[in-house]
């Protein structure tokens, strides 16, 4: 069973970093999983941010977040990590931590993420 919890969340100016933690038990890492993030933001559905693959390590970022956001993961200490540079007031939004096992779906598809986390709030004022 993979529990997801999230941490790490709060409220920062335009230009500031957040660093949010997930705490990811129950992932078999060699048998090959995608772990990320989703955000939603009022209004909107929710989108891929950045995931990582627990074999190879390759990480999937996306284009509003590329250069600015780091996702990591740390098999040792089961928990997934997002980095946060440089945020914007479009970063806010409740930010989920995702889990499944690798498949044929695109990284950012969230249908195909049976595992989420409760969620935690990220809000960037200008």
């Known amino acids: 069973q993979v529990h997801l919890v999230e941490s790490g969340g709060g409220s920062v100016q335009a230009g500031g970093s957040l660093r949010l933690s997930c705490s990811a038990s129950?992932?078999?890492?060699?048998?090959?999983?995608?772990l990320g993030w989703f955000r939603q933001a009022p209004g909107k559905e929710r989108e891929g941010v950045a995931a990582?693959?627990?074999?190879?390590?390759?990480?999937y970022y996306a284009d509003s977040v590329q250069g600015r956001f780091t996702i990591s993961l740390d098999t040792a200490k089961n928990a997934l990590y997002l980095q946060m540079n440089s945020l914007e007031p479009e970063d806010t939004g409740v930010y989920y931590c995702?889990?499944?096992?690798?498949?044929?779906?695109?990284?950012?598809?969230?249908?195909?993420?049976?595992?989420w986390g409760q969620g935690t709030q990220v809000s960037v004022s200008s």
């Open positions: 129950g992932v078999t890492y060699s048998t090959g999983y995608l």
């Open positions: 990582i693959a627990s074999t190879h390590f390759w990480p």
């Open positions: 995702v889990a499944k096992r690798a498949d044929a779906f695109p990284w950012y598809n969230p249908a195909s993420y049976p595992n």
